[in-house]
């Protein structure tokens, strides 16, 4: 029988409905069998998604030397703007996509931008496609409460209480968003959207069109995660994996489009504070083997001490190499 990745309606998590355990039990039995699941009763506007989609096809059907207006170099410590096809790497290897990075919305006298602290502070918006900016700050806005809701879910899930999450890690989050185009890979091909990695923080939401091409390894087997309709994808991050011991681990994904179209995805990262310090769950503590022989970078998540931003940045200058300088 093929494994399938488990859709979950989280309304009640939304309402902050007394009886939650339905819910809480769905999220720990899919983010300890695969990492991934769908979310369906999320609330976010239809409309405002359709917005969004329209206005990223705009975008990315400008011509590359108006999109490079807004190049990433522009954004310095920020890590904002965009990148060609080719332009991100992963594990070395250029990957078949462009992108538009973003962020939450800082302005130049807040405190951490004032700082000079990487991933924070303004976003490069095309002056071509004005309507894009109030779309993506809006969708961050949703996404977010979103993203809380979900991970009190999680912290339910592991018998904490619901707010376990928010008072250690993400009571002011590092968001992170990116818009990806993914052009028609030629078939048979080699070259992949994105290949093999996991996400580095807690959680990530993904809206993706509905072309396919998302592929997941769970439980060692690669399996397809197709659209489906008025959902979202999400899955969990490195961080997440180390606080709960391995317990929910960071599932390994890869994106190929072989649909003969572009192909829009958008995923939405929920991360810890960047000055927070992540650390296991006591009880959790050597529950779960060390995996790191399996994963795809080699690495331990049990061994790492510091802050999620000593870890964000330990990630981001490897994927590209020529801006690190600006950012670490």
């Known amino acids: 029988m093929p494994q399938t990745i488990p859709v979950i309606d989280i309304a009640p998590l939304l309402a902050e409905a007394k009886n939650t355990t339905a819910v809480a039990e769905q999220l720990g039995q899919a983010c300890r069998q695969h990492g991934f699941f769908y979310i369906t009763g999320h ?4 409309g405002l998604q359709q917005q969004l989609e329209t206005l990223s096809r705009e975008f990315f ?3 590359l030397e108006t999109k490079l207006s807004i190049a990433m170099a522009q954004g310095g410590r920020a890590w904002r703007g965009y990148f060609p096809v080719g332009g991100e790497l992963t594990s070395g290897q250029p990957d078949l996509k462009e992108g538009l990075y973003l962020g939450a919305e800082l302005g130049d006298n ?9 991933l ?5 918006f095309p002056d071509t496609i004005p309507e894009l900016q109030p779309t993506v700050l809006d969708y961050l806005a949703a996404m977010t409460a979103l993203s809380h809701a979900v991970m009190r879910g999680i912290a339910l899930s592991l018998g904490l209480e619901a707010n ?3 008072r250690r890690y993400t009571h002011d989050p590092l968001v992170l968003f990116r818009i990806f185009n993914y052009p028609a890979a030629e078939a048979p091909s080699d070259q992949w959207g994105v290949g093999e990695h996991t996400d580095y923080g807690l959680l990530t939401i993904l809206k993706q069109d509905d072309l396919g091409g998302l592929q997941v390894k769970s439980q060692g087997r690669w399996i397809e995660a197709p659209p489906v309709v008025n959902s979202f994808v999400c899955n969990i991050g490195d961080m997440l994996d180390r606080i709960t011991g391995g317990l929910y681990r960071s599932t390994p994904h890869r994106v190929k489009n072989t649909s003969g179209r572009d192909r829009l995805s958008f995923p939405f990262f929920f991360d810890p504070n960047f000055a927070a310090r992540v650390e296991p769950i006591a009880s959790l503590v050597g529950a779960q083997e060390d995996d790191w022989h399996e994963r795809w970078d080699g690495a331990s998540l049990r061994l790492f001490e510091g802050t999620y931003g000593d870890y964000v940045l330990g990630k981001v200058g490897k994927v590209f190499p020529e801006l690190r300088q600006a950012v670490i």
């Open 61 to 63: 059907a400008q011509p």
């Open 164 to 166: 376990y999450f928010d």
């Open 43 to 46: 609330g976010v506007d239809q």
């Open 120 to 124: 924070h502070g303004r976003n490069l």
């Open 110 to 118: 807040h405190p951490l931008v004032r700082a000079g602290t990487p």
